[in-house]
Every structure is written in structure tokens, then in C-alpha cells.
């Protein structure tokens, strides 16, 4: 079985340390990121289980770092901080975080709660729906049950039928399919004379996904036959 996931996101570099490993002393495996943008980058272009949220962070505070992950990941976050006030605590739990500690704490208490909170995730992924059909190639995350898409971590909105296009070719990576083939497939009927309806919706699309559209990364344009998704 693989083990568990953890981020830590703190600054000081000896808190960080003792909790990498005590947390790998329970067979944890550990990653640390010592600031904001680091820890921000981290958490939504890698898979962690759980992080440990420093509150005081360089750049990137922790209480933003919450609310930009939690918009985007659903994992227990847990949210650590020197500072006693009742307001940080309330605040950083309504940002989302799951948990809140104060420093000093035991390290051995960090790990119960990391458990505690693992735990509790798996029990209400195992009793409620299914995971969502996911479609990911270098990248781009489409989530069929959602119909949502993202482009490294950040959602773009895709009307019906360029989402339908989208999610047939990335299904169907490496596979040359014509214009008529495409309308046929999304728009359920023959294309008489209607194949430029795909072209528009390959050039809306491509604007949404690649980063230099007269370069195509992803949709590339076989000249005479049609379009194919590159994995």
C-alpha cells in the first residue's frame, strides 16, 4: 500500500525538520516547502493527502494559501500558528482549513491529529459518491462528472459542445479523426456543409488550452485529414 502524502508549508526551517520526521517515523512520506508560493505551487500541481499550513509565511501568507487550495483541492488542511488570538483561529477555519493548532505543541500530537484526519477523509470518501471521472494528460484535468477543465491547476469555462469535443479527443488520444467524423461524433448528425462549425470550435478551444496557439501542443492539425490530440 502507498504510503500517505505529506506537505508541510513552514518556514522555520528546525520545526519543519521535526516534523518531517516524526511524521515519517510513522510512515509518512514528507515533502517541505518553505514559503508561499512554494507551498502554494505544491499543493495544487502535486497529489499530497494532507498539509500542515504554517499561518506566517513568506509571500504567500497562510490564511490566502487556505483559501486558494481549498478552491481548487478537497485534503484535510491542517493549520498551524504561533499566534493564541481566537479571531486566526476562526478565520483560518472559515477559509477552510480543517484544524487549527498552536505553537508549541508536541510533535507526537501533530501526528495523532494528522491520523485523526486522514482517517476521517477516508471514511467520508468510502461513504459517499463516487470519484468523478477524471481525463489527464500532461496538464489538462477534465472532470467528465463536473464537466469542469483545468489548464495546470487553473479552471477554464468551456461551453457544452466545446467541452464535448474537448473530452471525445482526449479520450481518443493519437487518433486522426476528420472534420465530418468530429461533427458526426459531438453534434449527432452528418455534416453537410457544416464541418466549419468544427474548425471554430477547435480554434476556441485551442485558445483555452495551449499556450501558443500557432504552435499546438495538445490538438494538433493533420493538413488534408483532420485533427488529432497529442498525448
Known amino acids: 500500500m502507498a504510503k500517505k502524502r505529506i506537505l508541510i508549508v513552514e518556514d522555520e526551517e528546525a520545526i519543519a525538520e521535526l516534523e518531517k520526521d516524526y511524521l515519517e517515523l510513522s510512515e509518512f512520506e514528507v515533502e517541505i516547502r518553505s ?11 502535486e497529489e499530497f493527502d494532507l498539509m500542515i499550513l504554517d499561518l506566517m509565511l513568506p509571500g504567500i501568507d497562510g490564511f490566502e494559501l487556505c483559501r486558494r487550495v ?3 483541492k478537497n485534503l484535510p488542511i491542517l493549520m498551524v500558528s504561533a499566534r493564541k488570538d481566537d479571531i486566526d483561529k476562526i478565520r483560518g477555519l472559515g477559509l477552510g482549513a480543517d484544524d487549527y493548532m498552536t505553537k508549541p505543541f508536541s510533535p507526537s500530537e501533530l501526528v495523532a491529529r494528522v491520523k485523526a484526519h486522514l ?3 477516508e471514511r467520508l470518501v468510502g461513504a459517499g459518491q463516487p470519484e468523478n471521472d477524471i481525463v489527464e494528460i500532461r496538464g489538462i484535468r477534465i472532470d467528465k ?3 469542469r477543465v ?3 491547476g487553473t479552471e477554464k469555462n468551456f461551453t457544452t459542445k466545446e467541452f464535448d469535443l474537448l473530452t471525445f479527443l482526449a479520450e481518443h488520444p493519437n487518433h486522426v479523426y476528420s472534420k465530418e467524423e468530429l461533427f458526426r461524433e459531438i453534434w449527432d448528425m452528418d455534416s453537410i456543409g457544416d464541418i ?3 474548425t471554430v470550435h477547435i ?3 485551442r485558445e483555452k488550452i495551449e499556450y501558443d496557439t500557432s504552435k499546438p501542443q495538445y490538438i494538433e492539425t493533420i493538413w488534408g485529414v ?3 490530440f497529442r498525448m
Open 203 to 205: 480554434k476556441k478551444i
Open 70 to 72: 481549498r478552491e481548487k
Open 35 to 45: 514559503d508561499g508560493e512554494a507551498g502554494l505551487d505544491a499543493a495544487l500541481h
Open 226 to 228: 483532420g485533427y488529432r
Open 119 to 121: 482517517a476521517r477523509y
Open 145 to 147: 462528472t463536473a464537466r
Open 150 to 152: 483545468f489548464v495546470d
Open 196 to 198: 466549419a462549425t468544427v
